[in-house]
């Protein structure tokens, strides 16, 4: 029983497995990652793509982290609560919309405004874009506190499972609201 | 702009629930929060409810995009005595749970879940736009999902398995009947649907569709073939949640069928009101009839929100402006009453430790505000005189009457009967008599739980004292929904 | 096309109804992404099937775009869909864990318990 609670309570447990391959290239692959979803999302507005799937990649590249490198790694790196991220997105989207209101229009009017920097050319800027910044935070929080519930209550139960003790904690966490 | 006002009622929920995920880690904060939200959510229903009265039907163009093309919202007397409703109720809910739930559930975003089931209830009763309606509803079922599941029971996750398989189903032939309804017309617009609708020429189609919708909102709603999921699931959750539920969820689903089958669905309409006609007796009287079997304080009390259910589908399947404004003021009178009863429920089982009738007994003797209070609860559901829910019967035997339909008045009055003797039975059983030696009570907070239900009792004796003005907003919103026309015009108001 | 389009969503249907009928949680999991599956495939072939240019503006003739409506409404019901998994696979887990088992003929055993 001792050595059970000594295994759980290394770091890296749930990465024992896993090769030297794996943990070598995720430190590389997670930027390409992440630069496939900013292109993903600067290029949405006008051309698919868009916050939801850059939220959805953003999410698979740091659950590809938990997945290499282990909960705990997660939870010592990346201290940051992934729920206000839910929140801080919510926020972001429900004010683009009440800006408009603000200004005497429909909620959720938005506009556009096209920009001419001499060296990077015309850029088009829109306020859905800041709508979809809010939709990109909630969907990669959302994935990314949905993935490690699942992983963490496991983990619980195995801590516990030994010792006969019942998870109290059962809750079921909040689903990604869409 | 003044149609931003249309929104108000979603605005205010969705604000706070943002609000409220910020302040997850704090009790305190979010109670404070959702207590001040509930009621500015209640004032600013009442007014807009005002300003329907004075000014007709409100419409809300998203985003300045004009329909068939846009999103809309339309609030008619319908819909914003619904939303003052939701209100009411989200507010009770609210202000009950503070001495009601747990700790455990209050951290794991209790509230939350409950701002966001309140912006899916008003989404779905303002939607103008039969895509944004399903919308509304996945907001308001998703959350319904976790609320059930919180806590995390052994019975509590295995009714809302049942809940949640059930429930997606019917989503997945909501958006068949929309892909169809999208193929037949062309168009999602509800108000741009009533005006093509009947146009088609093979209104066997549109029959077809309609039944597609009849099965959807009917499982949400709970009528004949598809309540089986009801009693079971709404007897788990703790008192606060079921209350909710059985209050508004199925009520949402009702809403949706009256609008539909008055609004859309009227082309050719002999055979869609003959079904809803059946099966509002079949729901009437087999909900009437389970509850009598049943022995559980809550599971008495949702049989009889199927049973009720029934009701307002046959004042549907009548479809005259009376029979209609009939199931209206029943829906508004069932809301109130049912919510209370729920709570009553809840304050009794934490009493006496248990939801059995026939372990409790003579509760009345050391808890007389309580068992006063579910009498009075009581006999409003089954229509006693001059509580609300006489006037809900007398208005939908008055309509009866009107167009001849003797099995409905003489249905209207047995499962009355029906209603009453269930009433009747847990009274006696819960609080008349003997007092029984209960293992636990916990008698903590007692009388702060009653203040909500009490208070929704005393509305429903208020809403039948002054049953005068309310049944003329209740005709005038009958009215309204009987003629499509102006539901249209609303609508397409910025066009012209 | 419409033909074959019908042929696989019956088939995705028939097979999410057999699924759901089964008495695993993870079969019905899958029975139920399966029929979501065949209803987001309707959707798309009650848009009317044609090879169009994807309907962002460009200067090609209105007529040359696809119907942007089912597609809209696809991706807000993957979206929801996508949630709704997502707590459907905690939920089942929860439910293995506190029951021990996925059997929903053993956990319908432990109704007075």
């Not at chain 2, 699931?233 to 949640?241: H, K, L, R």
């Amino acid at each position: 029983m001792k050595q059970e609670q000594q295994n759980s309570s290394s770091p890296n447990h749930a990465a024992k497995g896993n090769s030297l391959i794996l943990h070598t290239s995720i430190t590389y692959l997670v930027y390409i990652i992440l630069l496939l979803a900013f292109f993903l999302f600067w290029h949405g507005h006008n051309a698919p793509g868009g916050g939801f799937i850059a939220g959805l990649i953003s999410a698979a590249a740091i659950i590809l982290l938990y997945l290499t490198f282990g909960s705990q790694w997660l939870h010592t790196t990346l201290t940051f609560d992934f729920k206000y991220l839910v929140a801080i997105g919510l926020s972001i989207s429900l004010a683009c919309g009440l800006a408009a209101v603000l200004l005497g229009k429909p909620f959720l009017t938005h506009t556009f405004t096209v920009l001419s920097i001499s060296v990077l050319g015309e850029i088009e800027l829109a306020t859905a874009t800041i709508f979809d910044l809010g939709v990109y935070c909630v969907v990669s929080g959302g994935c990314v506190v949905a993935i490690t519930a699942i992983g963490e209550s496991d983990r619980a139960k195995r801590r516990h499972g030994q010792q006969q003790t019942t998870t109290s904690d059962t809750n079921t966490p909040a689903s990604s609201e869409p | 702009m003044s149609s931003n006002q249309v929104l108000s009622p979603q605005l205010i929920p969705w604000i706070t629930a943002v609000l409220l995920l910020f302040t997850y880690r704090r009790v305190r904060w979010q109670r404070i929060l959702s207590g001040v939200s509930a009621i500015v959510a209640v004032a600013n229903a009442i007014y807009l409810l005002y300003c329907v009265l004075t000014n007709g039907t409100l419409v809300f163009w998203a985003g300045d995009w004009l329909p068939p093309f846009g999103i809309t919202m339309v609030v008619d007397t319908f819909a914003a005595i619904l939303v003052l409703l939701t209100a009411l109720i989200g507010a009770s809910c609210i202000f009950y749970s503070f001495s009601h739930i747990d700790m455990q559930r209050e951290k794991y975003f209790y509230y939350f879940l409950i701002q966001m089931m309140l912006v899916g209830c008003n989404g779905a009763f303002i939607a103008g736009d039969i895509f944004n309606l399903y919308v509304w509803f996945e907001i308001l079922l998703i959350s319904s999902y976790v609320l059930l599941a919180l806590g995390g029971e052994k019975k509590q996750l295995r009714e809302t398995l049942t809940y949640v398989v059930l429930n997606v189903l019917a989503s997945s032939f909501f958006l068949v009947g929309l892909g169809l309804l999208y193929a037949a017309t062309g168009t999602l617009n509800m108000a741009d649907l009533a005006i093509k609708l009947p146009q088609i020429e093979n209104q066997s189609l549109i029959n077809l569709i309609s039944v597609i919708f009849l099965f959807v909102f009917g499982s949400k709603a709970a009528i004949f073939p598809l309540f089986y999921w009801l009693p079971h699931s709404y007897a788990q959750p703790p008192a606060a949640i079921s209350a909710i539920f059985g209050g508004l969820l199925t009520k949402v689903g009702v809403y949706c069928l009256i609008r539909t089958f008055t609004l859309m669905f009227i082309g050719d309409s002999t055979f869609i009101y003959t079904l809803l006609f059946v099966l509002g007796i079949l729901t009437m009287v087999l909900g009437g009839l389970g509850a009598i079997c049943q022995y559980q304080f809550r599971k008495i009390l949702s049989f009889h929100i199927i049973s009720q259910v029934g009701y307002m589908l046959i004042g549907l399947a009548m479809h005259t402006t009376l029979t209609i404004a009939a199931a209206m003021y029943f829906m508004f009178h069932n809301i109130i009453v049912k919510t209370s009863l729920f709570y009553f429920a809840g304050a009794t089982e934490e009493i006496s430790g248990t939801g059995d009738l026939r372990q409790m007994g003579g509760l009345i003797h050391r808890f007389p505000v309580l068992a006063w209070g579910f009498f009075l609860g009581g006999v409003s559901l089954a229509g006693v005189p001059p509580f609300s829910g006489f006037f809900a019967k007398l208005l939908m035997l008055q309509g009866a009457a009107e167009i001849g339909q003797g099995w409905a008045m003489f249905f209207i009055l047995a499962v009355g009967f029906l209603t009453l003797f269930s009433m009747i039975k847990i009274f006696m059983y819960c609080y008349w008599g003997q007092e029984k030696t209960l293992a636990v009570i916990s008698t903590s907070g007692y009388r702060r739980k009653l203040i909500s239900p009490w208070l929704l009792v005393m509305l429903s004796l208020v809403v039948g004292f002054a049953s005068t003005p309310i049944i003329e907003v209740v005709l005038r919103a009958a009215a309204e929904i009987s003629d499509p026309n102006l539901y249209i015009q609303a609508v397409f108001s910025k066009i012209n | 096309m419409e033909i074959l389009m019908a042929i696989v969503i019956g088939a995705l249907f028939t097979a999410g109804t057999y699924l759901l009928l089964s008495r695993t949680f993870l079969r019905i999991l899958l029975g139920i992404s399966l029929t979501s599956h065949g209803v987001l495939l309707l959707l798309i072939a009650m848009g009317k099937l044609k090879n169009g240019v994807a309907p962002i503006l460009h200067e090609y003739a209105a007529s040359s775009y696809v119907d942007p409506l089912p597609q809209a409404l696809i991706l807000t019901a993957i979206v929801i869909g996508f949630g709704v998994t997502a707590f459907i696979i905690v939920l089942c887990y929860r439910t293995y864990q506190v029951l021990g088992n996925d059997d929903t003929e053993i956990c319908r055993g432990i109704e007075n318990e």
